[in-house]
């Protein structure tokens, strides 16, 4: 079968992001993949939650297809999982951070930092700790589909959170009618009709799933109460005993501040 990437070149590519500032660092790594890669980069997907094998990052995908995926991801604060044992292979590149992997048998962590490669392969897994935060590229090879129960799972089934999955499924839908509606890896216009029509019918469905499951920006602001409301007295019944007290001290030492 014919693929569109190149692992190596896409690990080429993504070093020159390397000690830019976030997020220009992203901006140089998608620059050298359009000019690697005319016409197949999408820049346009929002970054979005991943929570898969225990692990919560963010990511953003630049380009699907039914074999194939190029993505960032990344997490500012550390997080842990499992990788999952995949039907399909992951190259990853880190660009910033640290992680630490470890397999079967091996008894001492492995640890990656800026510029190094991460392979994980078909029918393998790893334990994954990514320390302080750590930011990475990803080509994935293979039936992405086998795939995706592993990427939904914990956000049916764990943290509730449909939004993410249903996000998740809007922006395959989108990449994937797109990668449909390109020309085949070698170059030339696919002759399938049914291919063209998936590429359409995607292409229709994506935008309403996006907009069904769309969340709001995150919103740090603290929320002002609800303003505080004066103690209700039932008629003909004295305010408690401690209200009334507080009243009457207030009153003395109002009193006693006017005597002197």
């Given at each position: ?99 630490h992997y ?137 305010a408690k ?6 009243h009457s ?12």
């Amino acid at each position: 079968m014919e693929y569109i990437f190149d692992a190596d070149v896409i690990h080429e590519c993504s070093l020159q992001g390397i000690g830019k500032p976030k997020p220009e660092m992203f901006d140089a790594i998608a620059d050298a993949w359009e000019d690697a890669y005319p016409g197949r980069i999408d820049r346009s997907q929002p970054w979005m939650y991943s929570i898969a094998g225990g692990a919560m990052i963010q990511m953003k995908l630049y380009f699907a297809s039914s074999m194939e995926y190029l993505m960032i991801w990344g997490t500012p604060i550390g997080s842990e999982g499992h990788s999952g044992r995949h039907a399909v292979g992951f190259w990853d590149t880190v660009i910033d951070g640290e992680m630490h992997y470890f397999g079967e048998g091996q008894f001492e962590k492995r640890i990656y930092k800026p510029g190094d490669r991460v392979w994980v392969g078909p029918g393998q897994a790893r334990a994954m700790n990514f320390t302080d935060g750590v930011w990475a590229t990803e080509y994935m090879r293979g039936p992405i589909m086998t795939s995706m129960p592993f990427g939904l799972a914990d956000e049916i089934l764990s943290t509730l959170d449909f939004a993410t999955a249903g996000q998740t499924v809007g922006m395959y839908m989108d990449l994937l009618g797109k990668a449909w509606s390109q020309p085949l890896p070698n170059g030339e216009a696919s002759r399938n009709p049914l291919r063209k029509l998936a590429a359409t019918s995607l292409g229709l469905m994506a935008p309403i799933v996006n907009r069904v499951f769309a969340t709001k920006p995150p919103d740090d602001a603290i929320p002002a109460g609800p303003a505080a409301r004066p103690a209700k007295v039932l008629p003909g019944r004295h305010a408690k005993p401690h209200i009334a007290s507080a009243h009457s001290h207030g009153h003395s030492h109002h009193k006693s501040a006017a005597g002197e």
